[in-house]
């Protein structure tokens, strides 16, 4: 998990710094980019003759945010088409999550939980923390039920300071206890970026044959043909994620939609653009 969280936060950073059109300079661990006011005396020659941009040096006491990954380990994350199930997607954006905003002297903390909270980590800036959460993230222990809402609602009592939360989820369960959850953070003037895990299929709903779906968490069963119901069944899925991105914009929450056959750079992206915002 280590090597796969820095395979992808350091390959996201060469991308970024081949692409001079792309908009957005990586700030780094020491680094962040140069603006006006800033001293030139602080610019960092050496990095200029390496990225051909202008960066100071940045100090630790600059960066002092704290984040929460709120990871979904409920049994509906365990779907899967193909080869990587929605748990082990989102497992592999925390991680890379992880590695990047400690290695930006961000205090990152992670939370597991499925109708309740199985593990709560504190957010820590040390590097060693890293190592204490791709613990718990490299073979997250699969839960049961989803209670998205009343956890959200218990850690929005819970955390005093305000920060980042991060939500990482499917987000099976009900709209209105969910988004009641994270208008309790926002009422608490913190910032949130919602990640929603959908694999492909459960988008375009693409199954031919005579097929029986079971709910991976009442275990209800249901035989159909899916011609028969694929045209409403896109359609709710499809004002599932309406609403969410509707009522996101409204509490000024990021929602970012993500398909386990996408790179993590989409997610990475979205954060350091909020991370940036946050100065």
């Known amino acids: 998990m280590a090597l796969r969280a820095r395979l992808v936060v ?3 950073i060469i991308g970024q710094h ?11 661990a020491e680094h962040r980019a140069y603006g006006p006011g ?7 020659w050496k990095l200029y ?6 960066y100071v040096k940045q100090y630790e006491e600059e960066t002092n945010l704290k984040a929460y990954i709120l990871l979904d380990t409920s049994r509906s994350m365990k779907y899967t088409s193909g080869t990587v199930t929605k748990l082990e997607y989102a497992s592999y954006l925390s991680a890379a999550l992880s590695y990047l905003m400690l290695n930006q002297r961000d205090g990152t903390g992670l939370i597991l939980f499925d109708e309740n909270i199985q593990t709560f980590i504190p957010p820590r800036s040390t590097s060693s923390h890293l190592n204490t959460i791709l613990k718990h993230l490299e073979k997250p222990k699969l839960g049961s039920d989803t209670e998205i809402g009343s956890v959200l609602h218990e850690m929005a009592e819970r955390i005093k300071k305000r920060g980042l939360i991060i939500l990482i989820s499917d987000l099976m369960d009900n ?10 953070f926002r009422h608490n003037k913190q910032e949130v970026i ?13 199954f031919n044959a005579r097929t029986r779906f079971k709910d991976m968490e009442s275990g209800s069963l249901l035989t159909t043909e899916p011609w028969q119901i694929k045209s ?7 004002l599932l994620q309406d609403v969410y991105k509707k009522q996101c914009r409204k509490q000024l929450i990021d929602y ?16 350091l653009n909020k991370r940036q915002k946050l100065g």
């Open 10 to 12: 350091e390959g996201y």
């Open 38 to 44: 800033d001293e030139i005396r602080h610019v960092d």
């Open 194 to 206: 919602l990640f929603h895990i959908l694999d492909r299929k459960e988008l375009d709903f693409d």
């Open 49 to 54: 003759g390496k990225t051909d941009r202008y």
């Open 256 to 271: 970012v939609p993500l398909f386990t056959d996408q790179s993590l750079d989409i997610a990475l992206n979205s954060y």
């Open 232 to 238: 409403s069944y896109k359609k709710r899925i499809q």
């Open 175 to 184: 709209q209105e206890s969910v988004l009641s959850g994270l208008k309790h």
């Open 18 to 28: 081949k692409s001079p059109y792309h908009g957005f300079s990586v700030e780094f």
